[in-house]
């Protein structure tokens, strides 16, 4: 007698979306804040005044960290 089990697999593709797209953000702060070291190395002076686009650039980069993350539970149409 020859039984063929059923499996289901349920789950979401939308999380691994967001582990993939996450790596972006991730690699964008890293050089953002490499930037400023350098900058600052270079040029001590101008510390205050690039710090003013460091935040600025570590907060855009995870500005897309968090739009992703909404994006993937609005595609999902689950929300937790």
Do not use: C, D, H
């Amino acid at each position: 007698m020859n039984v063929l089990a059923e499996v289901v697999i349920t789950g979401s593709l939308a999380i691994i979306g967001y582990g993939l797209a996450a790596i972006g953000p991730g690699i964008g702060v890293g050089i953002v804040f490499a930037a400023y070291i350098q900058a600052s190395a270079r040029q001590p002076e101008s510390a205050g005044y690039n710090r003013t686009w460091l935040f600025m650039g570590f907060a855009l980069s995870e500005a897309l960290a968090l739009i992703g993350i909404a994006l993937g539970f609005v595609w999902s149409g689950k929300l937790p």
